[in-house]
């Protein structure tokens, strides 16, 4: 047991506060679902734990612009099967009915979720190398068992794969992500947010020193009519996706006007690539066009030798989702709606 210390502010001021000075060995602390198996197994040795439940995180409130505000203690549960999220946002409750279990859900919150770490093996064995644990040591995933790694976006230094279902959904509606830190507040675009692993793989996102996240906001275009998740993983249930695929578009006069698409389970962070939805524009929504959006995005894919399968996966899944979307079928597993 490594000991810590414990501290439970009660408003946003005092938790940036205690964050800012007591420096890199503090972390905030939520539903604990990711944080305390990490700090179990060693991975994580924080000397402070700042526990955040006690802020007034825990709303989810219309936006001016016609868009939802959802506070960072807002559980995946509660998000889910909101009214709101169910009648505007479908595509985003889906993602996270995919996710876990309902017991997890009903404790992991929004922020959490955002920050959750890889699922790679070698992370989370602390006997063989890990850039991301320790920076500097080795890859042992690079050549070692890689099924579940990426094929996007990797580096010579880490192949991980961010494990979240709700940031695939989150990446493809264009959420941003609100942050209050000790320079002020600042909003960051979800495309922003998650980063590459490059040579700093121990770095999963952009968020700066003591910066808090307080708040998602959804923008008010929300994709409820034509969209899909759809996971793909090794049990129906309660397993990590080894490729999901959160597609949306608005289809006007039978031909594809605006189209979202972005994959999970691929890559050190949701995966979007623009060049591949703007091919989609003006296109009839017929497997053709949804085959050469999937050739674009998966252009640069790699495999590392377990995990070549997830190429011809992919594809697969991405051209079944833009279809089932082009159909108005919400497919998730969860939903027992597969065709
Ligand atoms: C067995 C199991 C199966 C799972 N399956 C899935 C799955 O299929 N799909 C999926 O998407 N997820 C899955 N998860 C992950 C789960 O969704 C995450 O553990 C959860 O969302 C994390 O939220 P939390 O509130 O518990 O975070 P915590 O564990 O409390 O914190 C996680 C990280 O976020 C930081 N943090 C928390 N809140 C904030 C904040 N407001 N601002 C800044 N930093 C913050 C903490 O410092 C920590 O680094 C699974 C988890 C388990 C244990």
């Avoid at 770490?117 to 068992?145: I, L, Q, W």
């Avoid at 698409?261 to 053709?288: C, F, Q, Y």
Wanted: aromatic share 6%; glycine share 8%.
């Amino acid at each position: 047991m490594i000991p810590f210390t414990y501290t439970r502010p009660d408003n946003i001021e005092d938790a940036v506060r205690a964050a800012s000075s007591l420096g890199s060995a503090a972390r905030f602390i939520a539903g604990g679902t990711n944080l305390v198996d990490l700090m179990k197994e060693h991975i994580e040795q924080p000397a402070h734990l700042i526990d955040v439940t006690h802020l007034p995180l825990k709303q989810i409130e219309d936006a001016n612009d016609g868009g939802l505000i959802l506070g960072a203690l807002t559980t995946n549960s509660q998000v889910a099967y909101d009214e709101r999220i169910q009648s505007r946002y479908p595509l985003l409750a889906s993602a996270i009915r995919a996710g876990a279990s309902a017991q997890l859900r009903n404790v992991a919150t929004t922020g959490g979720n955002l920050l959750q770490r890889t699922r790679c093996f070698y992370f989370y064995d602390t006997a063989v190398a890990c850039n991301k644990r320790e920076p500097g040591s080795g890859c042992a995933a690079m050549h070692g068992k890689n099924r579940i790694h990426a094929i996007l976006g990797a580096s010579d230094q880490c192949i991980a794969t961010h494990p979240s279902d709700m940031c695939v959904a989150l990446a493809a509606l264009q959420a941003c992500v609100q942050v209050t830190g000790p320079q002020g507040t600042r909003s960051i675009a979800f495309a922003d947010f998650h980063r590459l692993p490059g040579d700093q793989p121990d770095q999963d996102t952009t968020l700066r020193a003591g910066e808090l996240i307080t708040a998602i906001t959804l923008p008010a275009e929300n994709f409820a009519a034509n969209y899909t998740y759809l996971k793909l993983r090794d049990r129906l249930s309660y397993a990590f996706a080894l490729v999901s695929v959160a597609a949306a578009m608005h289809i006007e006069n039978g031909l594809i006007a605006q189209a979202r698409l972005a994959l999970g389970g691929v890559a050190h962070r949701p995966w979007r690539e623009p060049e591949a939805e703007h091919l989609l524009i003006g296109k009839a929504p017929d497997r053709h066009a949804f085959g050469l959006a999937a050739d674009r995005i998966l252009i640069q894919a790699r495999g590392h030798g377990d995990n070549d399968f997830k190429i011809p996966l992919a594809r697969r899944a991405i051209v079944r989702a833009l279809e089932q979307a082009a159909a108005g079928i919400p497919q998730s597993p969860i939903d027992k709606r597969i065709n």
